[in-house]
Protein backbone atom coordinates (compact mmCIF):
# COMPACT_ATOMS: atom_id res chain seq x y z
CA UNK A 1 0.00 0.00 0.00
CA UNK A 2 1.30 3.10 -1.10
CA UNK A 3 -0.85 5.54 1.81
CA UNK A 4 0.83 5.21 5.13
CA UNK A 5 -0.05 6.71 8.37
CA UNK A 6 2.14 9.12 10.14
CA UNK A 7 2.16 10.58 13.53
CA UNK A 8 3.17 13.80 14.35
CA UNK A 9 2.46 16.18 16.59
CA UNK A 10 0.00 19.06 16.26
CA UNK A 11 -2.05 18.07 13.13
CA UNK A 12 -5.76 19.58 13.20
CA UNK A 13 -8.66 17.60 13.19
CA UNK A 14 -11.56 17.83 10.88
CA UNK A 15 -15.33 17.79 11.47
CA UNK A 16 -15.72 16.97 7.36
CA UNK A 17 -14.83 14.96 6.00
CA UNK A 18 -13.44 12.80 8.90
CA UNK A 19 -9.29 12.37 9.01
CA UNK A 20 -7.46 10.86 11.43
CA UNK A 21 -7.37 11.72 14.83
CA UNK A 22 -5.39 15.18 16.04
CA UNK A 23 -2.23 14.01 16.39
CA UNK A 24 -2.09 11.95 12.93
CA UNK A 25 -1.03 13.10 9.52
CA UNK A 26 -1.36 11.33 6.30
CA UNK A 27 1.24 10.25 3.70
CA UNK A 28 0.53 9.85 0.20
CA UNK A 29 2.61 8.91 -2.45
CA UNK A 30 2.32 11.46 -5.06
CA UNK A 31 3.72 10.62 -9.22
CA UNK A 32 5.49 13.98 -10.67
CA UNK A 33 7.51 13.42 -13.69
CA UNK A 34 11.55 13.39 -14.87
CA UNK A 35 14.55 16.14 -14.55
CA UNK A 36 13.62 19.38 -16.28
CA UNK A 37 10.05 18.97 -17.33
CA UNK A 38 7.05 21.10 -15.36
CA UNK A 39 5.94 17.52 -12.95
CA UNK A 40 8.81 17.56 -11.42
CA UNK A 41 9.20 21.23 -10.83
CA UNK A 42 5.90 21.45 -9.86
CA UNK A 43 5.66 18.49 -7.37
CA UNK A 44 7.87 19.25 -4.34
CA UNK A 45 6.06 23.07 -4.32
CA UNK A 46 2.82 21.45 -4.52
CA UNK A 47 3.47 19.30 -1.39
CA UNK A 48 4.95 21.96 0.56
CA UNK A 49 1.77 24.15 0.30
CA UNK A 50 -0.49 20.45 1.07
CA UNK A 51 1.74 20.24 3.83
CA UNK A 52 1.63 23.39 5.19
CA UNK A 53 -2.59 23.89 4.89
CA UNK A 54 -3.66 20.05 5.28
CA UNK A 55 -2.33 17.21 7.69
CA UNK A 56 -1.27 15.59 4.84
CA UNK A 57 2.35 14.59 3.60
CA UNK A 58 3.33 13.92 0.25
CA UNK A 59 5.94 11.48 -0.85
CA UNK A 60 7.62 12.51 -4.18
CA UNK A 61 7.72 9.70 -6.73
CA UNK A 62 9.73 10.59 -9.97
CA UNK A 63 8.52 9.02 -12.73
CA UNK A 64 8.59 9.83 -16.66
CA UNK A 65 5.76 11.88 -16.74
CA UNK A 66 2.06 11.19 -17.62
CA UNK A 67 2.30 7.76 -18.70
CA UNK A 68 4.30 6.41 -16.24
CA UNK A 69 1.84 8.39 -13.05
CA UNK A 70 -1.79 7.00 -14.83
CA UNK A 71 -0.67 3.57 -14.57
CA UNK A 72 1.08 3.67 -10.89
CA UNK A 73 -2.05 5.31 -10.09
CA UNK A 74 -4.14 3.00 -11.66
CA UNK A 75 -2.32 -0.45 -10.29
CA UNK A 76 -2.51 1.50 -6.24
CA UNK A 77 1.13 2.13 -6.32
CA UNK A 78 0.37 6.09 -6.23
CA UNK A 79 -2.43 7.87 -4.25
CA UNK A 80 -2.07 11.64 -6.67
CA UNK A 81 -0.14 12.02 -9.80
CA UNK A 82 0.50 14.64 -12.52
CA UNK A 83 -0.64 14.29 -15.45
CA UNK A 84 -1.79 15.61 -18.63
CA UNK A 85 -5.22 15.30 -19.50
CA UNK A 86 -4.56 13.84 -22.70
CA UNK A 87 -2.99 10.74 -21.59
CA UNK A 88 -5.67 9.98 -18.91
CA UNK A 89 -8.24 10.66 -21.42
CA UNK A 90 -6.36 7.60 -23.15
CA UNK A 91 -6.12 5.51 -20.27
CA UNK A 92 -10.00 5.96 -19.39
CA UNK A 93 -11.12 4.99 -22.88
CA UNK A 94 -8.30 2.12 -22.90
CA UNK A 95 -6.69 3.71 -25.99
CA UNK A 96 -3.47 3.39 -26.97
CA UNK A 97 -0.94 3.16 -25.35
CA UNK A 98 -3.12 1.74 -22.42
CA UNK A 99 -4.62 -0.76 -24.41
CA UNK A 100 -2.93 -3.78 -23.51
CA UNK A 101 -3.96 -2.28 -19.83
CA UNK A 102 -6.68 -0.38 -19.60
CA UNK A 103 -9.49 1.26 -19.80
CA UNK A 104 -8.32 2.92 -16.07
CA UNK A 105 -11.79 3.39 -14.95
CA UNK A 106 -10.84 4.00 -11.26
CA UNK A 107 -9.14 7.56 -12.03
CA UNK A 108 -10.37 10.47 -11.04
CA UNK A 109 -9.65 14.51 -11.11
CA UNK A 110 -8.88 16.80 -8.31
CA UNK A 111 -7.88 20.07 -9.53
CA UNK A 112 -6.61 21.87 -12.37
CA UNK A 113 -3.06 22.81 -12.91
CA UNK A 114 -2.06 24.44 -16.22
CA UNK A 115 -2.58 24.47 -19.82
CA UNK A 116 0.06 22.90 -21.71
CA UNK A 117 1.90 24.23 -25.09
CA UNK A 118 3.40 22.28 -27.40
CA UNK A 119 6.29 23.72 -29.25
CA UNK A 120 9.78 22.57 -29.83
CA UNK A 121 13.44 24.51 -29.77
CA UNK A 122 16.14 24.39 -31.85
CA UNK A 123 19.48 26.23 -32.54
CA UNK A 124 19.28 29.45 -34.60
CA UNK A 125 21.84 28.13 -36.91
CA UNK A 126 19.47 25.49 -37.87
CA UNK A 127 17.39 27.60 -39.88
CA UNK A 128 13.75 26.19 -38.85
CA UNK A 129 10.74 28.52 -38.61
CA UNK A 130 8.13 25.39 -38.13
CA UNK A 131 8.03 21.85 -37.44
CA UNK A 132 7.69 20.99 -41.36
CA UNK A 133 11.34 22.47 -41.83
CA UNK A 134 12.34 19.59 -40.00
CA UNK A 135 12.01 17.20 -42.56
CA UNK A 136 14.91 13.84 -42.36
CA UNK A 137 15.88 15.77 -38.48
CA UNK A 138 16.40 13.86 -35.41
CA UNK A 139 14.21 15.81 -32.89
CA UNK A 140 13.95 14.68 -29.28
CA UNK A 141 10.31 14.01 -28.03
CA UNK A 142 10.77 13.57 -24.16
CA UNK A 143 11.12 10.25 -21.84
CA UNK A 144 10.28 7.11 -24.06
CA UNK A 145 6.61 6.10 -23.86
CA UNK A 146 5.77 9.57 -22.71
CA UNK A 147 3.18 11.25 -23.97
CA UNK A 148 5.11 14.09 -25.86
CA UNK A 149 6.66 11.14 -27.82
CA UNK A 150 3.06 10.14 -28.41
CA UNK A 151 2.00 13.28 -29.84
CA UNK A 152 4.93 13.94 -31.66
CA UNK A 153 4.57 10.81 -33.37
CA UNK A 154 0.88 11.46 -34.10
CA UNK A 155 1.48 14.31 -35.78
CA UNK A 156 4.19 13.61 -37.76
CA UNK A 157 2.50 10.76 -39.26
CA UNK A 158 -0.64 13.28 -40.06
CA UNK A 159 1.91 15.46 -41.61
CA UNK A 160 3.14 13.05 -43.76
CA UNK A 161 6.60 14.33 -41.94
CA UNK A 162 9.34 12.38 -41.85
CA UNK A 163 11.75 12.73 -39.01
CA UNK A 164 13.77 10.41 -36.31
CA UNK A 165 12.82 10.65 -32.93
CA UNK A 166 15.18 10.74 -29.60
CA UNK A 167 13.71 9.99 -26.28
CA UNK A 168 15.27 10.95 -23.07
CA UNK A 169 14.49 13.31 -19.60
CA UNK A 170 14.16 17.07 -20.95
CA UNK A 171 16.94 18.24 -19.34
CA UNK A 172 18.84 15.74 -21.35
CA UNK A 173 17.64 16.46 -24.13
CA UNK A 174 18.47 19.80 -24.14
CA UNK A 175 21.97 18.69 -23.67
CA UNK A 176 21.78 17.32 -26.62
CA UNK A 177 20.77 19.94 -28.78
CA UNK A 178 23.24 22.04 -27.09
CA UNK A 179 25.64 20.04 -28.33
CA UNK A 180 24.93 19.73 -31.94
CA UNK A 181 23.60 15.71 -31.41
CA UNK A 182 19.55 16.17 -32.27
CA UNK A 183 18.22 18.67 -34.19
CA UNK A 184 15.37 20.18 -32.29
CA UNK A 185 13.59 19.20 -29.29
CA UNK A 186 9.34 18.67 -28.94
CA UNK A 187 7.86 18.99 -25.29
CA UNK A 188 4.42 19.85 -23.98
CA UNK A 189 4.51 21.53 -20.65
CA UNK A 190 3.57 25.00 -18.62
CA UNK A 191 5.55 28.15 -19.50
CA UNK A 192 8.49 28.48 -19.82
CA UNK A 193 9.72 24.97 -19.93
CA UNK A 194 12.90 24.73 -17.86
CA UNK A 195 14.91 22.73 -20.57
CA UNK A 196 13.77 25.33 -23.81
CA UNK A 197 15.22 28.00 -21.46
CA UNK A 198 18.48 26.29 -20.96
CA UNK A 199 18.98 26.08 -24.69
CA UNK A 200 17.70 29.64 -25.77
CA UNK A 201 19.79 30.94 -22.64
CA UNK A 202 23.13 28.83 -23.02
CA UNK A 203 23.47 28.46 -27.22
CA UNK A 204 21.46 30.64 -29.10
CA UNK A 205 18.32 28.76 -29.39
CA UNK A 206 14.60 29.56 -30.26
CA UNK A 207 11.66 28.41 -29.56
CA UNK A 208 9.16 27.34 -32.35
CA UNK A 209 5.31 27.23 -32.24
CA UNK A 210 2.92 25.63 -34.45
CA UNK A 211 1.82 26.29 -38.21
CA UNK A 212 -1.84 25.91 -38.76
CA UNK A 213 -1.53 23.07 -40.54
CA UNK A 214 0.23 21.36 -38.10
CA UNK A 215 -2.03 22.30 -35.36
CA UNK A 216 -4.67 20.96 -37.31
CA UNK A 217 -2.89 17.58 -38.12
CA UNK A 218 -2.38 17.54 -34.38
CA UNK A 219 -6.15 17.72 -33.36
CA UNK A 220 -7.62 15.19 -36.04
CA UNK A 221 -5.15 13.20 -34.42
CA UNK A 222 -6.30 14.19 -30.85
CA UNK A 223 -9.58 15.76 -30.67
CA UNK A 224 -8.81 16.46 -27.33
CA UNK A 225 -6.44 19.31 -28.53
CA UNK A 226 -7.10 22.70 -28.09
CA UNK A 227 -5.59 25.77 -29.61
CA UNK A 228 -2.97 27.69 -27.69
CA UNK A 229 -0.05 30.26 -27.67
CA UNK A 230 3.09 30.46 -26.41
CA UNK A 231 2.90 34.14 -24.90
CA UNK A 232 5.07 36.88 -25.80
CA UNK A 233 8.44 36.93 -23.46
CA UNK A 234 8.21 33.36 -22.22
CA UNK A 235 11.59 33.11 -23.34
CA UNK A 236 15.05 35.16 -24.12
CA UNK A 237 14.47 36.96 -27.40
CA UNK A 238 10.84 36.13 -28.03
CA UNK A 239 9.22 39.38 -28.98
CA UNK A 240 5.57 37.91 -30.18
CA UNK A 241 3.23 35.27 -28.96
CA UNK A 242 3.27 31.76 -30.94
CA UNK A 243 0.44 29.86 -32.05
CA UNK A 244 0.98 26.38 -30.46
CA UNK A 245 -2.26 24.08 -29.40
CA UNK A 246 -2.57 22.86 -25.80
CA UNK A 247 -3.54 20.36 -23.40
CA UNK A 248 -4.42 20.72 -19.84
CA UNK A 249 -2.81 18.56 -16.76
CA UNK A 250 -4.63 18.49 -13.78
CA UNK A 251 -3.19 16.47 -10.41
CA UNK A 252 -5.37 13.31 -10.55
CA UNK A 253 -5.58 10.45 -8.17
CA UNK A 254 -7.29 6.87 -7.40
CA UNK A 255 -10.81 6.43 -6.41
CA UNK A 256 -9.94 4.15 -3.38
CA UNK A 257 -8.16 7.66 -1.62
CA UNK A 258 -9.88 8.99 0.96
CA UNK A 259 -12.82 11.63 0.77
CA UNK A 260 -11.07 13.60 3.76
CA UNK A 261 -7.81 13.18 1.79
CA UNK A 262 -8.86 14.34 -1.53
CA UNK A 263 -10.99 17.08 -0.12
CA UNK A 264 -7.99 18.59 2.44
CA UNK A 265 -5.92 18.41 -1.07
CA UNK A 266 -8.19 20.35 -3.23
CA UNK A 267 -8.88 22.87 -0.68
CA UNK A 268 -4.80 23.49 0.48
CA UNK A 269 -4.08 23.82 -3.35
CA UNK A 270 -6.71 25.72 -4.88
CA UNK A 271 -7.17 27.74 -1.13
CA UNK A 272 -3.54 28.80 -1.11
CA UNK A 273 -2.11 28.78 -5.04
CA UNK A 274 -1.08 32.05 -5.38
CA UNK A 275 1.23 31.79 -2.65
CA UNK A 276 3.47 29.67 -5.66
CA UNK A 277 2.44 31.30 -8.64
CA UNK A 278 5.34 34.14 -8.07
CA UNK A 279 8.04 30.98 -8.27
CA UNK A 280 6.22 29.03 -10.49
CA UNK A 281 3.92 31.61 -12.97
CA UNK A 282 2.37 28.60 -14.73
CA UNK A 283 0.46 27.47 -12.11
CA UNK A 284 -1.81 30.31 -12.21
CA UNK A 285 -4.26 27.92 -13.39
CA UNK A 286 -4.50 26.08 -10.52
CA UNK A 287 -8.15 28.05 -9.80
CA UNK A 288 -11.46 27.24 -9.69
CA UNK A 289 -12.69 29.50 -12.76
CA UNK A 290 -11.00 26.32 -14.74
CA UNK A 291 -12.60 23.02 -13.18
CA UNK A 292 -14.50 22.94 -16.34
CA UNK A 293 -11.36 22.44 -17.98
CA UNK A 294 -11.97 18.86 -17.93
CA UNK A 295 -14.61 17.20 -20.12
CA UNK A 296 -14.30 13.51 -19.19
CA UNK A 297 -13.02 12.58 -16.08
CA UNK A 298 -15.06 12.40 -12.85
CA UNK A 299 -14.59 14.16 -9.82
CA UNK A 300 -13.56 12.52 -7.12
CA UNK A 301 -16.06 12.93 -4.17
CA UNK A 302 -13.52 15.16 -2.02
CA UNK A 303 -13.38 17.35 -4.63
CA UNK A 304 -16.72 17.90 -5.26
CA UNK A 305 -17.39 18.59 -2.10
CA UNK A 306 -14.97 21.44 -2.04
CA UNK A 307 -16.56 22.59 -5.38
CA UNK A 308 -19.96 22.53 -3.58
CA UNK A 309 -18.70 24.32 -0.65
CA UNK A 310 -17.26 26.99 -3.27
CA UNK A 311 -20.38 27.21 -5.01
CA UNK A 312 -18.63 25.87 -8.82
CA UNK A 313 -21.36 23.70 -10.00
CA UNK A 314 -19.90 20.38 -11.91
CA UNK A 315 -22.27 18.66 -14.59
CA UNK A 316 -23.96 15.78 -13.49
CA UNK A 317 -22.11 13.30 -15.79
CA UNK A 318 -18.73 14.46 -14.06
CA UNK A 319 -20.12 13.63 -10.22
CA UNK A 320 -18.32 10.76 -8.71
CA UNK A 321 -20.90 10.63 -5.50
CA UNK A 322 -18.32 7.67 -4.32
Given at each position: M?R???????????????L???????????????S?????????????????????D????????????????????????????G??F??????????????F??????????????????????????L?D???????AG??????????????????????I????????AER?????????????????P??????????????????????????????????????????????A?????I????????????????????????H??????AFP?L?????????????L????G??R??T??????????????
Amino acid sequence: MSRRRLLVAGAASLAWPALPAAAERTRLTLATGSSGGGFHEHGPALAELVARYAPIDLDLQPTTGSHDNVVLIGAGDADLGLASMGSVFDAWNGRTPFKARGPFRNLRALLPLYEASFGLVALRARGAARLSDLAGATIGAGPAGGSAQMYLVGLVAALGLPVKIATGAPADLAERVIAGEIDAFWFGSGIPVPAFAEVVERADGVVLGLAPDEIAGLRRTFPYVATGEIPAGSYKGQSSALPSAAIWSFLIGSDRLGEAEAYETTRAVLDHAAEITGAFPRLVGASLANVTANTFLPFHPGALRYFTDKGVIVPDALRDRG
